[in-house]
């Protein structure tokens, strides 16, 4: 096992404190599980979910390229 230093803050190291007996767990095995809980929950982000608010705002007009309605009407001259 390798051996790393990480910089807690105060109230996470007292919450994670309290939390090991209770649990009857050491504070470096509640450590452990805490940090695999982590990385599994950000690699399982499903990107579609997370975009989805900007994905449907630029759905309404389509490619302009190859939108015909979009230049139907450049060139010609309005009615004034």
């Not at 579609?48 to 060139?75: C, K, M, P, Q």
Request: glycine share 4%; aromatic share 4%; charged share 30%.
């Amino acid at each position: 096992m390798v051996v790393k230093t990480a910089k807690l803050p105060s109230a996470l190291d007292a919450r994670i404190r309290r939390a090991a007996p209770s649990a009857n767990r050491s504070y470096s095995s509640l450590m452990r599980e805490a940090i695999v809980r982590g990385l599994e929950k950000s690699e399982a982000i499903d990107m579609h979910v997370a975009l989805a608010a900007f994905i449907a705002a630029g759905e309404a007009l389509g490619d302009l390229s190859t939108n015909e309605n979009y230049f139907r009407d450049i060139g010609r001259k309005r009615a004034r």
